[in-house]
């Protein structure tokens, strides 16, 4: 009965978490490849901002991955 429950619980939480755990993948693959292109000096290119862009979702999904978190265990 209780590995029942475990399987829908894990089923469940899975169904919350799985979405933002791959958004948060993709962007760790799209800032490893932003980091690893060579620096072009100072100035504001394109590139730099969209690193700077891609960076500023990464960690507001970070952030709204322990929020969810927390949510998600005060609920159940």
């Given amino acids: 009965m209780l590995s029942k429950l ?4 894990l089923k469940a ?3 919350l978490f799985l979405p933002i755990y791959l958004t948060i993948l993709i962007f760790a693959v799209v800032n490893r490849f932003f980091f690893a292109l ?3 000096g100072d100035s504001m ?3 730099s901002i969209m690193m700077f862009i891609s960076m500023l979702v990464y960690v507001t999904l970070m952030i709204g991955m322990v ?3 927390l949510v998600v265990l005060i609920q159940r």
């Fill in 6 to 9: 475990f399987k829908y619980e």
């Fill in 13 to 15: 939480t899975a169904r």
């Fill in 38 to 40: 060579p620096n072009m």
């Fill in 45 to 47: 290119t394109i590139t």
């Fill in 67 to 69: 929020l969810m978190t």
